[in-house]
């Protein structure tokens, strides 16, 4: 990598990434150089969306999804990203956490970061599905369908976005 640095935002925070942590990993940055160790690895090769963070190119355009594990930070520069530590306020979980753990939607945890984020871009998306029950689970499936879990299985977490999405359609209080 060449001697620039790049610039890009974590979690709303402003960040200069020096030259030599360029073709770090996402994940890796994540986790080694600013001690953000919610993003999970599970594969480290782009197949199990464990390490699913969201992104934004600029600050008001919808939230899209990456694969930590497998972005470089060098292909970031001037972008959003968001992780799972972005969702709670102070001790206010976000509607989807709130949502994963009235369902019981995961056991050991170690893929719902990649889920939450994952869903939490879809639910930027939901307008231009539609509020039927069919489009809703054609959202989720499109969004959060290859996610993998090897312990719950996905009923419980697809239940738990359905009703967060519901009600974000309705305007309600997941929204
Ligand atoms: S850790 Fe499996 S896709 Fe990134
Ligand atoms: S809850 Fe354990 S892998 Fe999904």
Redesign the pocket.
């Known amino acids: 990598m060449n001697g620039a640095v790049i610039r890009l935002h974590v979690n709303g925070q402003a960040l200069t990434v020096s030259a030599d942590d360029a073709d770090m990993s996402l994940?890796d940055y994540l986790h080694e150089r600013l001690d953000l160790t919610g993003t999970?690895?599970?594969?480290?090769?782009?197949?199990?969306?464990?390490?699913t963070v969201g992104i934004r190119n600029r600050p008001d355009a919808l939230l899209e999804k990456t694969?930590?594990?497998?972005t470089t930070v060098s292909t970031l520069a001037n972008q959003h990203v968001y992780t799972v530590e972005s969702l709670a306020q102070g001790n206010r979980l976000a509607p989807l956490q709130q949502s994963f753990l009235e369902a019981f939607a995961f056991q050991c945890g170690y893929c719902t970061p990649g889920f939450l984020m994952a869903a939490t871009a879809m639910l930027e998306h939901l307008g231009q599905y539609g509020a039927s029950a069919e489009r809703i689970d054609d959202a989720i499936d499109t969004w959060v369908g290859g996610n993998l879990c090897r312990c719950t299985g996905y009923v419980r977490y697809k239940e738990a976005i359905r009703r967060v999405a519901r009600a974000k359609l309705k305007g309600g209080a997941g929204s």
């Open positions: 994940a999970k690895v599970c594969c480290g090769i782009g197949v199990c969306r464990a390490c694969l930590a594990c497998v």
